[in-house]
């Protein structure tokens, strides 16, 4: 009997939790389909699919979002790129200077996003970088790095060294080592990192807002919306951003079920 | 696989030194297997035995001194350009490529032709062959062990190295394994080195054993020879188990020498040992020692009195501590052929063997040397 509500009370605590998670999503995708009185998208009026249809009725929402993609686009490519030398180098290396280095990679990590953004902010002005698109990106890419390299870190420390030493006994040059043992090892890793910092800074506003100059980004956009009325194109937006991912995660275990059965 | 390469070559080491800052890993070693062997190095845990292996795949750079296939110096070669090829402890199995492609891996490095015959050739002959599509973790050790191996020699290398190729398995298995790699050895004809801290793996497979302490080689030899007769107290303790005795030399009397042990007189043939005069160091195999009731008689000439310290009962034999009048310890091993009359502490007993069953260690050894040493991993 006690083992029975035991059990009983595990799920509905489950359910609640998991409700509670999903509310602000479900609110999110719901108001999506609605259509606001006046400006504000808060309280249910009308069904329609008037902002589904429409995306790109207020142009400044789409040149946002296409800002934040381009921004997110070329901050994933450099900072997975830099990051996983960088781990490559700690973990596998010795040299000169590596505790620096180790130290200099995780600061970003535990200084508080106003200090970083103000101080970037403080850097431009001095050597007269006129802020923009390309002070966006090197803000950026100063935090998202220390994350790539922080997720390659665990990946290559429970990579085994003697994996390559086999490659390099069986005949492999040092570069068909890291082309057929090294880098598919890495993959999942190198994937996975240049996705959290992808979503970073599609993500990111505090240090974006210091070093943006006249650039909206879609954090931006929604940000100073928020103050009239935030339309419901942006809930649009939001519902896809959610439905994508959904379903990439709902593929990947689709992927790696079916590569299972294979094998066995 | 390449045709116009030399038949297989003796290996040599030629005062090889490996130094890790101040320690010597591996000191002024100078070896040369031959072509076709099977080499076992023994020793415990930290005696230089793997940092060696790894010098010869080239995974290791030598601090000094050379090694040679043949005539050619590879001290300096790359890994992937020596034709030697390694079987990994606990195997580096590529994880991310499936059983036929981890065997296949050294082919395709080298362009062989006919890659998919030789694959399905060397799977066969490690009995492999429905397992080929698997990955590495969905086999089991053994399974991951022969893959191991077939990775390694279908590249018919001059030299296979294994680094305790068998650790990792439980003891039926690795029985059956040692057996397997004799099997495969005589079949291919390449030289096998194998590296190992299991005395009974070394000599249930090598030709050739060296046992290696600190860096250095202790004595080298086949099997029986380092068994029956060891040169140290380090090779007397570390294989197998020895009783060694401390005494001067009394005289020669016929074709043995006479040496007293506190109060006793063991006898060693003259032919065993240079010594003539003062300090010696003899031993004898606790399964040579015969262990008696005091007072019989018609027993071999050499015999210590004592009384039965402590019995162990393992199966196929009886273990004897035997405490001596001056109180060493000494180890009996009696077969058991009539387990009812065992004996019991504190009986009165006779240890006799013969004299051509000593043995003489070099001068000046620590009787103790090899005796704390641990035998797991």
């Given at each position: 009997?006690?083992?029975?509500?035991?059990?009983?009370?595990?799920?509905?605590?489950?359910?609640?939790?998991?409700?509670?998670?999903?509310?602000?999503?479900?609110?999110?995708?719901?108001?999506?389909?609605?259509?606001?009185?006046?400006?504000?998208?808060?309280?249910?009026?009308?069904?329609?699919?008037?902002?589904?249809?429409?995306?790109?009725?207020?142009?400044?929402?789409?040149?946002?979002?296409?800002?934040?993609?381009?921004?997110?686009?070329?901050?994933?490519?450099?900072?997975?790129?830099?990051?996983?030398?960088?781990?490559?180098?700690?973990?596998?290396?010795?040299?000169?200077?590596?505790?620096?280095?180790?130290?200099?990679?995780?600061?970003?990590?535990?200084?508080?996003?106003?200090?970083?953004?103000?101080?970037?902010?403080?850097?431009?002005?001095?050597?007269?970088?006129?802020?923009?698109?390309?002070?966006?990106?090197?803000?950026?890419?100063?935090?998202?790095?220390?994350?790539?390299?922080?997720?390659?870190?665990?990946?290559?420390?429970?990579?085994?060294?003697?994996?390559?030493?086999?490659?390099?006994?069986?005949?492999?040059?040092?570069?068909?080592?890291?082309?057929?043992?090294?880098?598919?090892?890495?993959?999942?890793?190198?994937?996975?990192?240049?996705?959290?910092?992808?979503?970073?800074?599609?993500?990111?506003?505090?240090?974006?807002?210091?070093?943006?100059?006249?650039?909206?980004?879609?954090?931006?956009?929604?940000?100073?919306?928020?103050?009239?009325?935030?339309?419901?194109?942006?809930?649009?937006?939001?519902?896809?951003?959610?439905?994508?991912?959904?379903?990439?995660?709902?593929?990947?275990g689709l992927i790696s079920k079916n590569r299972k059965l294979k094998q066995v | 696989?390449?045709?116009?390469?030399?038949?297989?070559?003796?290996?040599?080491?030629?005062?090889?030194?490996?130094?890790?800052?101040?320690?010597?890993?591996?000191?002024?070693?100078?070896?040369?297997?031959?072509?076709?062997?099977?080499?076992?190095?023994?020793?415990?845990?930290?005696?230089?035995?793997?940092?060696?292996?790894?010098?010869?795949?080239?995974?290791?750079?030598?601090?000094?001194?050379?090694?040679?296939?043949?005539?050619?110096?590879?001290?300096?070669?790359?890994?992937?350009?020596?034709?030697?090829?390694?079987?990994?402890?606990?195997?580096?199995?590529?994880?991310?490529?499936?059983?036929?492609?981890?065997?296949?891996?050294?082919?395709?490095?080298?362009?062989?032709?006919?890659?998919?015959?030789?694959?399905?050739?060397?799977?066969?002959?490690?009995?492999?062959?429905?397992?080929?599509q698997r990955k590495?973790?969905q086999?089991?050790?053994?399974?991951?062990?022969?893959?191991?191996?077939?990775?390694?020699?279908?590249?018919?290398?001059?030299?296979?190295?294994?680094?305790?190729?068998?650790?990792?398995?439980?003891?039926?298995?690795?029985?059956?394994?040692?057996?397997?790699?004799?099997?495969?050895?005589?079949?291919?004809?390449?030289?096998?080195?194998?590296?190992?801290?299991?005395?009974?793996?070394?000599?249930?497979?090598?030709?050739?054993?060296?046992?290696?302490?600190?860096?250095?080689?202790?004595?080298?030899?086949?099997?029986?020879?380092?068994?029956?007769?060891?040169?140290?107290?380090?090779?007397?303790?570390?294989?197998?188990?020895?009783?060694?005795?401390?005494?001067?030399?009394?005289?020669?009397?016929?074709?043995?020498?006479?040496?007293?042990?506190?109060?006793?007189?063991?006898?060693?043939?003259?032919?065993?040992?240079?010594?003539?005069?003062?300090?010696?160091?003899?031993?004898?195999?606790?399964?040579?020692?015969?262990?008696?009731?005091?007072?019989?008689?018609?027993?071999?000439?050499?015999?210590?009195?004592?009384?039965?310290?402590?019995?162990?009962?393992?199966?196929?034999?009886?273990?004897?501590?035997?405490?001596?009048?001056?109180?060493?310890?000494?180890?009996?091993?009696?077969?058991?052929?009539?387990?009812?009359?065992?004996?019991?502490?504190?009986?009165?007993?006779?240890?006799?063997?013969?004299?051509?069953?000593?043995?003489?260690?070099?001068?000046?050894?620590?009787?103790?040397?090899?005796?704390?040493?641990?035998?797991?991993?």
């Open positions: 009997m006690i083992k029975y509500i035991k059990s009983l009370l595990l799920k509905l605590i489950s359910i609640a939790v998991i409700v509670y998670l999903m509310i602000p999503i479900a609110v999110i995708i719901i108001f999506s389909f609605n259509k606001p009185k006046r400006f504000q998208n808060t309280s249910w009026n009308q069904f329609s699919f008037d902002a589904w249809t429409n995306i790109c009725r207020d142009q400044t929402i789409c040149r946002a979002l296409g800002t934040s993609l381009k921004v997110g686009l070329f901050v994933t490519i450099v900072s997975t790129i830099f990051g996983v030398l960088i781990s490559f180098a700690i973990t596998r290396h010795k040299f000169k200077g590596k505790a620096a280095t180790n130290l200099f990679v995780f600061l970003p990590l535990a200084t508080p996003e106003v200090i970083l953004g103000a101080s970037l902010l403080a850097l431009f002005l001095n050597v007269f970088i006129p802020l923009g698109f390309w002070t966006i990106l090197i803000a950026q890419i100063t935090f998202t790095i220390s994350f790539v390299v922080v997720v390659m870190n665990a990946r290559l420390a429970g990579m085994d060294p003697r994996l390559e030493q086999a490659a390099m006994d069986l005949y492999a040059t040092p570069f068909q080592t890291f082309r057929y043992v090294t880098f598919p090892l890495a993959l999942p890793g190198i994937l996975a990192a240049a996705l959290i910092s992808f979503s970073l800074s599609i993500d990111d506003f505090i240090v974006t807002s210091f070093n943006r100059g006249g650039v909206v980004t879609f954090p931006i956009y929604i940000w100073s919306a928020a103050q009239k009325g935030i339309p419901p194109q942006v809930n649009v937006i939001s519902s896809i951003m959610f439905l994508g991912s959904l379903l990439l995660v709902l593929l990947a | 696989m390449t045709t116009n390469r030399p038949k297989v070559e003796d290996l040599h080491l030629v005062n090889l030194t490996k130094s890790f800052d101040d320690f010597k890993a591996v000191d002024n070693l100078t070896l040369t297997i031959p072509a076709g062997s099977f080499f076992a190095l023994l020793g415990p845990s930290g005696c230089g035995k793997t940092t060696t292996l790894r010098m010869v795949a080239g995974l290791e750079e030598p601090t000094s001194g050379q090694i040679k296939l043949g005539s050619e110096d590879i001290t300096s070669f790359p890994p992937y350009k020596r034709w030697v090829n390694t079987v990994f402890q606990s195997y580096a199995l590529f994880p991310h490529l499936s059983i036929y492609e981890n065997v296949a891996f050294g082919l395709r490095r080298q362009k062989s032709a006919d890659i998919d015959k030789q694959v399905k050739a060397m799977l066969e002959l490690v009995e492999l062959t429905t397992l080929a590495p973790q086999l089991s050790g053994g399974q991951q062990q022969r893959v191991a191996v077939a990775r390694a020699l279908i590249n018919e290398p001059d030299v296979l190295l294994l680094d305790e190729p068998l650790g990792a398995l439980d003891l039926k298995l690795r029985r059956q394994m040692q057996l397997e790699l004799k099997r495969i050895q005589i079949e291919v004809g390449i030289t096998f080195v194998h590296v190992t801290h299991d005395q009974e793996e070394a000599m249930t497979m090598a030709d050739t054993v060296a046992v290696m302490n600190e860096g250095r080689i202790e004595q080298m030899g086949a099997p029986l020879t380092i068994y029956e007769k060891p040169r140290t107290a380090f090779v007397a303790n570390f294989l197998g188990q020895s009783n060694l005795f401390e005494g001067t030399v009394a005289g020669v009397e016929g074709d043995e020498l006479a040496v007293k042990v506190k109060d006793t007189v063991i006898y060693v043939p003259l032919n065993s040992t240079e010594i003539r005069s003062g300090r010696i160091v003899l031993g004898v195999r606790p399964e040579k020692v015969k262990i008696v009731d005091q007072g019989k008689t018609g027993l071999p000439k050499n015999q210590i009195q004592g009384s039965i310290h402590n019995t162990a009962f393992v199966g196929v034999s009886t273990q004897y501590e035997v405490l001596s009048s001056w109180g060493q310890e000494i180890s009996a091993f009696e077969q058991n052929v009539d387990p009812s009359d065992l004996g019991r502490p504190g009986q009165l007993v006779t240890l006799a063997w013969e004299p051509r069953h000593s043995f003489v260690l070099d001068p000046d050894e620590d009787l103790t040397a090899g005796l704390d040493t641990t035998w797991d991993e």
